[in-house]
């Protein structure tokens, strides 16, 4: 099996930063890309970034020049540097990844349990 961990959430005050890292473990065979999601109150999920596995990148629109995902492959671990946040930006933060393992021939989707993150003065 693959466990998705998040850590890094928190309480931050507008104009701060914040850095998220996702560490995938278990019988991984290949990581094929992995993002970061994250649900207000009241909302439906919706993505914030992804990065796939030769390394391109894609963002929201709300967050593009001021949120920067990353990857290390020898560590299995994704990081999403928030900077210059905005009371907007609160929700609960979730790592997803599409992986291949021993358990399965087809690369299936994971996530991770979900990290807060809040904006506030």
């Known amino acids: 099996q693959v466990q998705l961990v998040e850590s890094g959430g928190g309480l931050v005050q507008p104009g701060g930063s914040l850095r998220l890292s996702c560490a995938a473990s278990g019988s991984i065979i290949k990581i094929y890309d992995m993002g970061w999601y994250r649900q207000a109150p009241g909302k439906q999920r919706e993505l914030v970034a992804v990065i796939f596995s030769g390394g391109n990148t894609n963002y929201a629109s709300s967050v593009k020049g001021r949120f920067t995902i990353s990857g290390d492959n020898a560590k299995n671990t994704m990081y999403l540097q928030m900077n210059s946040l905005k009371p907007e930006d609160t929700a609960v933060y979730y790592c997803?990844?599409?992986?291949?393992?021993?358990?399965?021939?087809?690369?299936?989707?994971?996530w991770g349990q979900g990290t807060q993150v809040t904006v506030s003065s």
């Open positions: 997803n990844g599409r992986i291949q393992s021993r358990a399965s021939l087809l690369p299936a989707n994971y």
